[in-house]
């Protein structure tokens, strides 16, 4: 898929593409909770539903990551919305296991494709990381706001899911602002721009996928962080209402103030920006999380439920943008990008189940201690990338010595950049050739001098 989605108008359909498919996860401990509740599922059975629903959405990035070049992204994002719709909304309407379970897939399928093309449209933005802060503080206030309200329209599954769908229709009439032409179609302008003379602006360069041993690092480290997190976050329902003893509207509003937390450390993230570069936060702040989780696992009140739960959404979407713009930094084309996403999806996907086998056998303190090891082992490999393989700038000299356009467009989508760093997409100095007279095979010094501007006309 092409990233040439640039301008306030891309941006905004972006964003509320983003918010659309990341907002099945967020709402992941509430969909599990009703699907046990409403058609009685054992927390087991539960689980492995809400993880055959992500496990779709990471499917559909992975092939959009190996396919997406042949796809508009207009067209993408239009297919993964009205896969969410129809998925979704038919899994909200019946009450027969199977076809809620196939619905609800179908509907994976389409976030992760939603997610996929707001992923590739992220990459190619002038500041990934600002783009995708954007993206999950948008998303964190809808699910925020979405957790205040569905405990007051009734049990049954069908809510969660239905407000899911309604997103993506919501969403669609913005899919307008998204190119409608293929990579394909783009290269061949580019190149034929580039022949008469002019430069292509915003033209991400094709080649082989960069950093391919920081990325395959960066897309392990993050699957293993999302399954942590998520096996905790899709059993988070359950520890509130049996081991803190809370009714399900105060689950809700804790639910909803920890979001409104990440509202505030995603803010605070895009504030930031890259003073701390993007080592410090993942580090740091998946140590972080790890303690967070291991309180919120072991909590027996409600005190201790909503500080583990509040800390640890306030700093988790914070950590979360620092590694997407680490994704986005190391392909402009995007592609490190979706395949990052999807394989956090996939993480996303196995978490339900991780967690409902693992506090099945070790209970839910048991299960805190294991998640919490995980994560401090995976910070030191993400940490890693994020210090040595993240977007270096280049000085003008270095471009063509370090790989030339794509060096330039890498360089121009780095966090600090300086003014003379070439700009994302601005074409190289051209060399002109100097023809050596025939016959003479040593040619002196004195033959060449520096070009001056000249005094004729």
Excluded at 249 to 257: C, D, L, R
Excluded at 337 to 358: K, M, Y
């Amino acid at each position: 898929m092409s990233s040439r989605t640039r301008g306030p108008a891309a941006l905004a359909a972006l964003v509320a593409l983003f918010t659309a498919g990341y907002l099945a996860p967020y709402l992941l401990p509430t969909v599990v909770g009703r699907l046990s509740a409403g058609l009685g599922l054992t927390p087991a059975q539960a689980g492995l539903a809400g993880s055959a629903l992500l496990l779709g959405s990471s499917s559909a990035g992975f092939t959009l990551a190996a396919r997406g070049d042949r796809i508009a992204p207009r067209t993408a994002a239009r297919a993964g919305l009205l896969a969410m719709a129809v998925g979704y909304g038919s899994a909200a309407a019946t009450g027969l296991v199977p076809l809620v379970v196939a619905g609800a897939v179908l509907g994976g399928v389409g976030s992760g494709t939603a997610t996929a093309v707001a992923a590739a449209g992220i990459a190619g933005q002038r500041d990934p990381h600002r783009a995708s802060t954007l993206g999950l503080l948008t998303v964190s206030a809808t699910a925020g706001a979405l957790y205040l309200t569905l405990p007051h329209l009734g049990g049954g599954h069908a809510a969660p899911l239905l407000a899911i769908a309604c997103a993506a229709a919501l969403v669609w009439p913005l899919t307008g602002r998204l190119p409608g032409t293929t990579r394909a179609r783009d290269g061949r302008t580019a190149r034929g721009t580039a022949r008469d003379g002019r430069a292509a602006r915003g033209t991400a360069p094709t080649g082989p996928l960069p950093y391919r041993r920081a990325g395959a690092v960066l897309a392990g480290g993050i699957l293993c962080w999302s399954l942590a997190q998520n096996a905790l976050w899709g059993v988070s329902g359950r520890i509130g209402l049996t081991q803190a003893g809370l009714s399900e509207v105060t689950v809700g509003a804790v639910f909803a103030a920890a979001l409104g937390a990440g509202l505030a450390g995603v803010t605070a993230a895009g504030a930031l920006g890259s003073r701390l570069g993007r080592a410090v936060p993942i580090g740091v702040g998946t140590v972080l999380i790890a303690a967070c989780v291991l309180l919120s696992s072991a909590a027996g009140s409600l005190a201790s439920f909503a500080t583990g739960e509040i800390l640890w959404n306030a700093v988790y979407p914070v950590v979360l943008s620092y590694l997407l713009g680490l994704a986005a930094s190391l392909d402009p084309r995007g592609r490190w990008a979706v395949l990052v996403g999807s394989a956090s999806s996939l993480g996303v996907a196995c978490g339900p189940v991780v967690g409902s086998l693992l506090s099945e056998h070790a209970g839910y303190p048991g299960m805190g201690v294991v998640l919490c090891a995980l994560l401090v082992l995976v910070a030191v490999p993400m940490t890693a990338v994020a210090r040595h393989a993240s977007g270096r700038p280049l000085v003008p000299g270095s471009v063509r010595r370090r790989g030339g356009a794509p060096a330039a467009v890498l360089a121009g989508t780095a966090s600090a950049t300086p003014a003379l760093v070439p700009q994302m997409g601005a074409p190289e100095q051209e060399v002109t050739p100097i023809p050596v007279p025939a016959g003479r095979r040593r040619l002196s010094k004195s033959a060449y001098r520096l070009a001056r501007p000249s005094s004729r006309g």
